[in-house]
């Protein structure tokens, strides 16, 4: 395993990181997976546990905790996320100072730990001042409770921006990360927020490497879904959304070249990301040991110049460039 410097901070981290959207604890066995799952990140050399308050009701928080404090916690980088509603109540959800202080809180008790190394904003909150949300973030950091902060991908260029001049201005701790979407099939952080996070020194954990599966070449043109897979339990489409016949194009010529390295087409995704410098790392689900198997294998792969000028012509990204006069 490689490890990279969280942006210009001196955290470093694995450049594949697990984390625990898509962990199933619906059941004693998938319980069981889970935790080899994670025992064979640990042994790989994969630092960076990544979770949410909301996912699965918290169970996730709680589940990677019990796992994870039977490892050396200095060696250990975990992170959460706070925003989505956690309770009933009216102030249980969002970026106000009360709800970020009381979840990092609960948070901290699900996981069994003193502080988390990295705390996310998990959206941006319309509804809360920017400045009420970064001082409780910054405030988080001076009391111990959190090493670093960081935001979603929703805060985009001008916000972050905007929380620089913040930031500045109040002398508050420093935003160090940020977790955006990023595959060869969603490249959007390459119109401004690259160059953003680049000029202020921010850390990029990118998720969603696979876009959902689609970049594992498991879904083909004119075939019924594979059992199991997300096109096939997503209530909200998003998958199926995705797979039109330009992405099946795409995907195909990408499957040609993985074929021609002898490769898993999601290692050669992964590995295609992780040729960005400005990538600190990529959170990468795994819903079974043999899988995150594939996923680290990136970490190793260096995709020769040649062929990484095959894929851009095969992707066609076209930056967004805004021309005055």
Same mark, same amino acid.
């Given at each position: 395993?490689?490890?990279?410097?969280?942006?210009?901070?001196?955290?470093?981290?694995?450049?594949?990181?697990?984390?625990?959207?898509?962990?199933?604890?619906?059941?004693?066995?998938?319980?069981?997976?889970?935790?080899?799952?994670?025992?064979?990140?640990?042994?790989?050399?994969?630092?960076?546990?990544?979770?949410?308050?909301?996912?699965?009701?918290?169970?996730?928080?709680?589940?990677?905790?019990?796992?994870?404090?039977?490892?050396?916690?200095?060696?250990?980088?975990?992170?959460?996320?706070?925003?989505?509603?956690?309770?009933?109540?009216?102030?249980?959800?969002?970026?106000?100072?009360?709800?970020?202080?009381?979840?990092?809180?609960?948070?901290?008790?699900?996981?069994?730990?003193?502080?988390?190394?990295?705390?996310?904003?998990?959206?941006? =909150?319309?509804?809360?001042?920017?400045? @009420?949300? $970064?001082? &409780?973030? !910054? #405030?988080?950091?001076?009391?111990?409770?959190?090493?670093?902060?960081?935001?979603?991908?929703?805060?985009?260029?001008?916000?972050?921006?905007?929380?620089?001049?913040?930031?500045?201005?109040?002398?508050?701790?420093?935003?160090?990360?940020?977790?955006?979407?990023?595959?060869?099939?969603?490249?959007?952080?390459?119109?401004?927020?690259?160059?953003?996070?680049?000029?202020?020194?921010?850390?990029?954990?990118?998720?969603?490497?696979?876009?959902?599966?689609?970049?594992?070449?498991?879904?083909?043109?004119?075939?019924?879904?594979?059992?199991?897979?997300?096109?096939?339990?997503?209530?909200?489409?998003?998958?199926?959304?995705?797979?039109? =016949?330009?992405?099946?194009?795409?995907? @195909?010529? $990408?499957? &040609?070249? !993985? #074929?021609?390295?002898?490769?898993?087409?999601?290692?050669?995704?992964?590995?295609?990301?992780?040729?960005?410098?400005?990538?600190?790392?990529?959170?990468?689900?795994?819903?079974?040991?043999?899988?995150?198997?594939?996923?680290?294998?990136?970490?190793?792969?260096?995709?020769?110049?040649?062929?990484?000028?095959?894929?851009?012509?095969?992707?066609?990204?076209?930056?967004?460039?805004?021309?005055?006069?």
């Amino acid at each position: 395993m490689k490890y990279r410097n969280l942006g210009k901070c001196g955290l470093k981290v694995s450049e594949i990181a697990l984390g625990s959207w898509m962990t199933n604890l619906a059941h004693p066995s998938a319980v069981e997976t889970a935790r080899e799952t994670i025992k064979l990140a640990f042994d790989s050399g994969v630092n960076f546990f990544d979770c949410a308050d909301a996912y699965s009701s918290g169970e996730a928080e709680r589940f990677l905790g019990q796992v994870l404090k039977d490892y050396p916690r200095h060696e250990l980088v975990i992170s959460s996320k706070v925003y989505f509603p956690t309770g009933a109540g009216i102030n249980d959800r969002g970026l106000s100072r009360k709800h970020i202080l009381e979840n990092c809180s609960a948070t901290l008790k699900n996981m069994q730990l003193d502080y988390l190394d990295l705390y996310y904003c998990h959206r941006y =909150d319309t509804g809360t001042p920017m400045e @009420e949300t $970064l001082r &409780a973030m !910054s #405030d988080l950091v001076s009391q111990g409770k959190i090493l670093y902060y960081g935001v979603s991908e929703e805060w985009g260029s001008d916000r972050i921006e905007e929380a620089q001049r913040i930031i500045e201005r109040y002398n508050l701790y420093p935003l160090t990360v940020i977790q955006p979407q990023y595959n060869m099939l969603d490249r959007y952080i390459e119109h401004s927020l690259l160059d953003t996070c680049r000029k202020y020194g921010i850390g990029i954990t990118s998720f969603s490497p696979l876009s959902q599966g689609i970049l594992t070449g498991k879904y083909k043109r004119g075939q019924a879904y594979p059992a199991g897979s997300r096109a096939v339990h997503q209530a909200d489409y998003q998958v199926e959304n995705l797979l039109t =016949d330009h992405t099946f194009e795409i995907v @195909e010529k $990408l499957t &040609a070249i !993985s #074929d021609e390295l002898n490769i898993p087409l999601a290692v050669l995704a992964m590995a295609w990301i992780l040729q960005k410098k400005e990538i600190s790392c990529i959170i990468t689900g795994a819903s079974s040991p043999q899988q995150l198997q594939n996923n680290l294998s990136a970490s190793d792969y260096a995709i020769p110049q040649p062929i990484l000028e095959k894929i851009e012509e095969i992707l066609d990204f076209k930056k967004y460039e805004r021309h005055v006069g």
